[in-house]
């Protein structure tokens, strides 16, 4: 129920660890074609492709404040164009056609939560931020096995809505903080076995201090 969950969760007396922000996408006016995958930067967010009909498609960072307005805010779209000419310099003649608001929900450690909630027979798979539609095969098959079985599934067992309280936050690519050299790709080879000789990406902790950067949400990635 994402922009939703908090609303429906309240419905039972539940308040969830979730505020609800925007996410914008920008579409340009349609151009020969140009572009044939999806250019994204993490340093800058910002992500790029070309639609079927010729259209540049735009996204980046969420609008950083909670409302279920669904009008995004205009200096997002001024962001995202700069943003995205600084990837692809051609993209500064275009126009832009439209854009438009989804609501997402935002967890406070930016992972998900799939579990039951304290309220029997209520089961929550929310929480997905701006990641819920690469996810949703697996996370699926994870919160079917817990709806059959009753227990969670061990990949979504650190995915719990307790981690909250009790401080076991996760971080967004998936390995639990202090959890060393764990690698994400390890935790879901069972679901995506991992291709001979691919360089995995290694990550760290979001907490804390990362070094040659003077502030920052969270850690880079390192080989
Ligand atoms: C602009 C934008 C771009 C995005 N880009 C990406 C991307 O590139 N890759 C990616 O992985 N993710 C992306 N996402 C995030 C992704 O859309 C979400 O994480 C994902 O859709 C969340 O899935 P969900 O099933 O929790 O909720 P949803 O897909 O939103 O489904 C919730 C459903 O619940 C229904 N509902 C709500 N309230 C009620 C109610 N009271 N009763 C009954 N039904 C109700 C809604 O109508 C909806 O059908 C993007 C989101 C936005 C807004």
């Known amino acids: 129920m994402a922009g939703n969950s908090g609303h429906v969760a309240g419905l039972a007396g539940l308040k969830l660890p979730i505020e609800s922000h925007l996410l914008q996408a920008f579409v340009s006016e349609p151009v020969k074609p ?6 994204m930067s993490q340093s800058i967010h910002c992500y790029i ?3 079927d009909k010729g259209e540049i498609v735009l996204g980046g960072d969420p609008d ?9 805010m205009a200096l997002r779209t001024e962001e995202v164009a700069g943003q995205a000419i600084a990837l692809v ?3 500064s003649r275009l126009r832009m056609l439209r854009c438009w608001a989804g609501t997402t929900d935002m967890s406070f450690d930016g992972s998900p939560i799939i579990d039951e909630t304290p309220i029997e027979g209520l089961h929550l798979n929310g929480g997905w931020c701006y990641g819920g539609f ?5 996370s699926g098959a994870l919160y079917a096995h817990h709806l059959a079985t009753g227990r969670a599934h061990e990949l979504a067992a650190p995915f719990n809505l307790a981690r909250f309280a009790n401080g076991s936050t996760i971080d967004e690519a998936g390995a639990p903080q202090g ?6 790709a390890d935790r879901l080879s069972p679901l995506r076995p991992p291709r001979p000789g691919r360089v995995r990406l290694r990550p760290r902790p979001r907490c804390g201090p990362v070094p040659g950067r003077q502030s920052g949400r969270g850690g880079e990635p390192a080989l």
């Open 34 to 39: 140009m572009i044939d995958t999806v250019i």
């Open 49 to 51: 492709s070309q639609s």
């Open 64 to 72: 950083m404040y909670p409302t279920y307005s669904q009008r995004g």
């Open 89 to 91: 310099p051609a993209l």
């Open 134 to 138: 690469k996810a949703t095969p697996g």
């Open 179 to 184: 959890a060393g050299s764990l690698d994400a």
